[in-house]
């Protein structure tokens, strides 16, 4: 199942935790996430959906990931080997309409500071991607902060 | 000219200035604003818009906005009769497709918390209205944390 559905599939689960998120952030050039979400106390969460073994094992970016969040997660639909997959991050199982969380990602709490940024950054690029929608005559006028990584 | 049309020019605007902004936002029960912007440093500023004089006359609550940003501005078109406008308040001249700055809001800086609140505030309502623009599925899962005020 594409990676994109299962994002789905986890923000909309996550809402039922008080969590907002985005898809395809990026916290620094070169390293794009695939859900970001935004706890009610301010926890900052990055769920990477894997689609597939190959998948996953072309990632090769994933410890990358650990010091922009307060807890990492894979999310994977039923039918993928979580064998693979590292004991210590968090198990999401996920399919388009909805997901569970198998396992918890270990809490390692992000320094204020770069909560503060982290959290600007979430707040910058919902905000630019929204008014895109409610606006398409604005798109033209955005500059591009998010290249592709 | 309708106050959504004019905030339409004021956010394409701001894009500029480096702003990301959102519309109707509520900062506290009873008190919506109509753009709430969110600059390169973290500065907020509040805009709202007035379409008439009857719609600025009918307003009693607007010093109850100063709380909640770093700078305050009024948005109106050009027919707008200015001088209606308090002297201390900043002053945006908008139309549907542009707007722009004449007179810059006196700084009152948020303290810490507040802006640490508000920006988290700004990230939620972002990304809860484009994640229901994204899927739209998710709109019956979305709790209502914007009541109307």
Known sequence: MPGQLLARGVCRHLVGHGFVTVEELVPRPGLRVDVMALGPKGEIWIVECKSSRADFMTDQKWHGYLEWCDRFFWAVDSDFPTELLPAESGLILADPYDAEILRMGPESKLAGARRKVMTQ?????????????????????????????
Chains 1, 2 share one sequence.
């Open 121 to 149: 950054k979430f707040a910058r690029h919902a905000a630019r991607r929204l008014q895109a929608f409610r606006d398409p005559g604005v798109r033209a006028l955005l500059p591009d902060e998010t290249p592709p990584g």
